[in-house]
C-alpha cells in the first residue's frame, strides 16, 4: 500500500470539527459536545480547538452557553489555513520543501514532474474552503482547479 499523502490526527480533528460547525451555523460548540458528536478523543481535540483559535480561524464564548464557533465565514477559510495551523504544507516528498536538499536534486528525473503534482496538490487545498466541504461541493472545486 502506497501513502504519499496523510493528513495528520490534528488536521483531521480540526477539519472534522471546523466542518460540523460550518454546516451548523449560528450554533456554539464545546469541545466536549463536539468530541461527543463526532466521536473524537475530547483531550486531543480540545488541544486542537485551541490552536485553531490562537490562529483566529476559531473564537469563543465564555459562560455557561458559551462555546467555540468559526472566527470568519466558512467560505473565507480554507483547508491550508487549517493545515498550517495545526501542521504544516502537505508534502509528496522531502525533496519538494524548499528548506530541504537532497544530493541527487539535479540528476533526478521526477524532480520536475513530482513539483508539479505537489502544486496541484497544494491548489486543492489551497481552492478547497470549509463551505465547499460542509456542503460538499467537491465537483465545483474540481471545475475551479481544472480551469486554474
Known amino acids: ?14 477539519i472534522l470539527a471546523m466542518q460540523y460547525m460550518a454546516s451548523h451555523p449560528g450554533n456554539l460548540f464545546t469541545a466536549k459536545s463536539l468530541s461527543e458528536n463526532l466521536h473524537l478523543s475530547y483531550d486531543f481535540l480540545a488541544k486542537t480547538m485551541q490552536k485553531l483559535m490562537r490562529a483566529d480561524l476559531l473564537d469563543s464564548q465564555q459562560g455557561t452557553k458559551g462555546g467555540y464557533f468559526l472566527a470568519r465565514p466558512a467560505e473565507t477559510i480554507k ?3 487549517i493545515l498550517e495551523t495545526l501542521d504544516s504544507r502537505p508534502e509528496l516528498v522531502d525533496c519538494v520543501s524548499n528548506d530541504k ?6 540528476k533526478c528525473h521526477l524532480h520536475g514532474p513530482i513539483l508539479m503534482l505537489q502544486k496541484k496538490v497544494e491548489a486543492v487545498f489551497i ?22
Open 1 to 14: 500500500r502506497i501513502s504519499m499523502l496523510r493528513l495528520s490526527k490534528k488536521v483531521e480533528y480540526g
Open 79 to 81: 483547508l491550508m489555513d
Open 101 to 106: 536538499d537532497c544530493e541527487k536534486k539535479d
Open 127 to 148: 481552492n478547497t474552503t470549509l463551505l465547499d466541504i460542509a456542503e460538499h461541493n467537491l465537483i465545483e472545486i474540481e471545475t475551479k482547479n481544472h480551469r486554474g
